[in-house]
């Protein structure tokens, strides 16, 4: 079965700090990675997606993705309380790619 | 906000009984993705809608139905409902053009709780 793995948590890091989340996936022919953040109680909220080997930035976001590995990571500059919250994990993993798999997620608790 | 609305916003069932939810897609979207999530868990595919059919199903039996309507908004119906179906329900928007998908973004869900 196709896959996608995360670290459930939490990620604890001081405010100021740099947060380092992971994900791996199963299916070497996934082409594209989305990462998704989700607040207790609401609903997924897309912070960025990437397709192409290396490094993607936005603002305090980088997402990285290593297709050998098959690994794909996002990071976190600055971190703020308000970072705290549960990041998702998703790739299309199917040549139709009509359906994102998700990972469990990642707690990630920014510390004051 | 991303412009996808669901209805309702919580819902209470009991079990054996029938329930539709509601999703409204994002202005210029012509497709509805269908998810649940389980607490502690990352969401489940459980059908997409383009053009008005299904077009990819994932593991959920055939009590779980939907239809897409010609404005692009779409229907989650579930049938028998049983405790387990107890979950968030999502709805996603996206564009699909030619073969590739877009980004697929999310409606703020929808509560269900079954008794």
């Known amino acids: 079965q196709k896959e996608v793995e995360q670290n459930s948590g939490p990620l604890s890091v001081p405010e100021g700090a740099i947060a380092s989340l992971n994900c791996t996936y199963s299916d070497r022919g996934s082409q594209s990675f989305f990462w998704y953040r989700q607040y207790s109680g609401k609903s997924p909220e897309l912070i960025m997606f990437i397709y192409s080997n290396g490094d993607k930035e936005d603002g305090r976001f980088t997402a990285q993705l290593n297709k050998a590995s098959q690994y794909v990571s996002l990071l976190i500059r600055d971190s703020q309380p308000s970072d705290s919250a549960t990041y998702l994990c998703a790739a299309f993993m199917d040549t139709g790619r009509r359906a994102l798999t998700f990972g469990s997620g990642t707690r990630l608790q920014v510390q004051p | 906000e991303t412009g996808v609305t669901q209805s309702p916003t919580h819902l209470i069932k009991t079990r054996g009984q029938q329930v539709t939810l509601r999703c409204s897609s994002q202005?210029?979207?012509?497709?509805v993705s269908w998810y649940q999530q389980a607490l502690g868990q990352g969401p489940q595919f459980i059908f997409q809608?383009?053009?008005?059919?299904?077009?990819g199903r994932g593991n959920f039996p055939p009590r779980f139905s939907g239809l897409q309507f010609p404005n692009y908004s779409s229907e989650l119906n579930v049938n028998a409902l049983e405790l387990d179906d107890s979950a968030l329900y999502l709805c996603?928007?996206?564009?699909?053009?030619?073969?590739?998908?877009?980004?697929?973004?999310f409606g703020p869900g929808t509560r269900l709780l079954v008794l």
């Open positions: 202005s210029g979207h012509n497709t």
């Open positions: 996603a928007s996206s564009l699909v053009a030619g073969w590739d998908q877009e980004t697929q973004y």
């Open positions: 809608y383009y053009r008005e059919e299904e077009n």
